[in-house]
């Protein structure tokens, strides 16, 4: 019994020894990690940005089943935000500030311990960004136990932010590098009633303009009995690659037209229908461009002449307000070109008459056609006199 007494209390005293320790121990952390992603800085930014993602790289996430992710409706940019709950305990992250391409902002809490978390983006050579992903802050009791017990707060997070960092690389490796491009050949595109909203862009931030307009036209749509009837789209007024803008409008279709009041931002139209060449891309965004190359071959293979009033049209078919796999999202883009002139065929005329027809026959050059001889005209018959009446004959008449 001694013996078990004084185990127990070696115990006690080494828990009290391991307290004291840990309580002595400065709560301040700061854990960064870099890594080289092989995916454009544009890429991997919009990546990030959004929360819905982290469920698929953030290593404690992947590795631990029992987590349950939250997301509200707004899970990207400034003031997004996400929660999670688990055996383990229950966190919450949002974004306080971005800068589109360059940088990210958070604010992090998990079940007493903080940190501000930073990310920033760097263009690398052939096409690859570099990650920086930095937090500093301060750790509940338990979280210092934890970290104690495993080699201390750098080796803990750090090994957290590496292993997220490589499936971040992986992910993004598969996902923006499946795509498909299939251009559909000429098509014909109906009337559509519409509402949305007319600016000026640069090029490279049309997707991200898109994920806020898009909801702000739902949410007009829904407050003024309008409903839905088809996919959001994009219509391209003009597409200037050389200073990188475009005028564009971002469009919901609604089941009627409607006229908007005076000052408001969001406009009601119709899209006249129109003849286009269509073509459909199957994947990430980025690749757009394949897309464009491609119609453009197609349109000069087969001679067709181009409307060139307006640029073209893209149909958000399954967008990021539906998946959050880059490879699933799916691009409609229809080129307008000047439908094809049908030359008109002359109906002939028959004659329905059966009676033939005579006209005066016209002179001839001799030497041209001999002249055909006259027909000798009918001799009349000659008229007989008649028989002088006898008088019963003429008796006869009265």
């Not at 800068?99 to 604010?107: A, L, N, R």
Request: some cysteine.
């Amino acid at each position: 019994m001694k013996i078990l007494k004084y185990i127990f209390l070696l115990l006690l005293l080494s828990l009290v020894a391991l307290t004291v320790f840990v309580a002595t121990q400065k709560g301040i952390f700061t854990v960064e990690r870099s890594k080289v992603i092989n995916s454009p800085k544009a890429t991997v930014y919009n990546y990030i940005n959004d929360f819905r993602n982290y469920e698929d790289f953030e290593s404690w996430s992947v590795a631990d089943p029992s987590i349950k992710m939250t997301f509200p409706n707004k899970t990207a940019g400034n003031g997004a935000s996400y929660y999670w709950t688990g055996s383990e305990g229950n966190g919450n992250a949002i974004t306080l500030k971005t800068k589109e391409g360059e940088s990210i902002q958070q604010k992090m809490k998990y079940d007493g311990t903080e940190a501000d978390v930073n990310w920033t983006f760097k263009d690398t050579l052939g096409g690859k960004t570099k990650v920086t992903w930095k937090a500093s802050g301060t750790m509940s009791f338990l979280f210092k136990v934890y970290t104690a017990l495993n080699g201390g707060s750098d080796k803990v997070i750090g090994t957290i932010y590496e292993k997220s960092l490589a499936n971040i690389d992986k992910n993004l490796d598969y996902e923006t590098r499946t795509f498909a491009v299939e251009v559909n050949g000429v098509v014909k595109k109906t009337e559509t009633p519409y509402i949305g909203q007319t600016f000026t862009s640069e090029i490279q931030k049309i997707s991200k303009n898109a994920r806020i307009v898009i909801p702000k036209l739902i949410e007009f749509s829904q407050n003024n009995g309008l409903s839905a009837n088809g996919k959001p789209f994009i219509i391209y007024h003009t597409y200037n690659t050389a200073t990188g803008l475009a005028k564009i409008s971002i469009c919901l279709p609604t089941n009627k037209e409607i006229m908007t009041t005076s000052g408001s931002d969001i406009l009601g139209g119709t899209l006249k229908g129109f003849e286009a060449v269509k073509t459909t891309l199957k994947g990430d965004y980025s690749h757009i461009n394949d897309a464009i190359t491609k119609t453009t071959a197609f349109i000069n293979k087969e001679k067709i002449t181009p409307d060139l009033s307006w640029s073209h049209l893209e149909i958000l078919t399954v967008s990021k307000l539906d998946v959050k796999s880059p490879s699933k999202l799916v691009t409609e883009v229809y080129y307008p070109v000047q439908p094809k002139v049908v030359p008109v065929a002359k109906t002939p005329v028959y004659r329905t008459d059966t009676e033939p027809t005579y006209t005066e026959p016209t002179e001839t050059d001799p030497a041209e056609a001999p002249k055909a001889a006259p027909k000798p005209a009918p001799k009349p018959k000659p008229t007989p006199k008649p028989a002088p009446k006898t008088t019963e004959e003429e008796q006869s008449e009265f």
